[in-house]
Structure formats: structure tokens, C-alpha cells
């Protein structure tokens, strides 16, 4: 049974920083691409982050380019979200992703697998 369970998530001051983890099992981790997607009440579903299996590939939404980073380490099974300089409208709920491509992780409607998520919270 693939389980993704993440961590970190919590109420940062806007500027402020967070990292998000998601530990996997169930899955050969490093077989597949990992991913980050965030939805808050109202709003639809935006992936913001993606990973390739080896972690040299990466993609991000342009809403997070250069304030997000996204990171992998096969060894622990984790794949890791860092967040910085946080805005308000970055407040959501955010899940982590697996799939078989990065492009699918980018671009699929449906997530293969997905964890149940971790709250961001930024104040202004």
C-alpha cells in the first residue's frame, strides 16, 4: 500500500520560510518523479513544484520560480519542499505527488498517488 505523508506545514508571518517534507513507502521512491501541489478553499488544484526520479530535473509554477525549492533524497525515501519569502496568497493546502515522469507529475489532472496533505498558513 504507497502511503505519502507529509510534515512541516504551520502558520509562518508573511517573508517568513517553512519546509515541507513527504516520507513515502509502499513505492520503489526512486523510481518515481515527486511532486508538489497546493489547493485552497475556492480555488483549483496548481501543481508548483516537480522532481525527476534523480533529482537532477526540476520544474516549478511560475506563481513560486525562485522563492520555492524543490529536492529529493532517495536514501530516506523524502522528498522535500523549501518555501521562502511566504505571501499570504501561498496559504493552502499542500500534498505531495508521485507519478511515473515528471511531466506527468506537471501535467496529469489525476495524481497517481497522493498524500492527504499538510495546512500552509501565511499572515500578512
Known amino acids: 500500500q504507497v502511503q505519502l505523508v507529509e510534515s512541516g506545514g504551520g502558520l509562518v508571518q508573511a517573508g517568513g520560510s517553512l519546509r515541507l517534507s513527504c516520507a513515502a513507502s509502499?513505492?520503489?521512491?526512486?523510481?518515481?518523479?515527486m511532486g508538489w501541489f497546493r489547493q485552497a478553499p475556492g480555488k483549483e488544484r496548481e501543481i508548483v513544484a516537480a522532481?525527476?526520479?534523480?533529482?537532477?530535473?526540476?520544474k516549478y509554477a511560475d506563481s513560486v520560480k525562485g522563492r520555492f525549492t524543490i529536492s529529493r533524497d532517495n536514501a530516506k525515501n523524502t522528498v522535500y519542499l523549501e518555501m521562502n519569502s511566504l505571501k499570504p496568497e501561498d496559504t493552502a493546502g499542500y500534498c505531495c505527488q508521485a507519478d511515473s515522469t515528471i511531466t506527468a507529475v506537471a501535467s496529469s489532472p489525476q495524481p497517481r498517488y497522493w498524500g492527504r496533505g499538510a495546512q500552509v498558513t501565511v499572515s500578512s
Open positions: 509502499g513505492l520503489t521512491f526512486s523510481r518515481y518523479a
Open positions: 522532481i525527476n526520479w534523480s533529482g537532477s530535473g526540476t
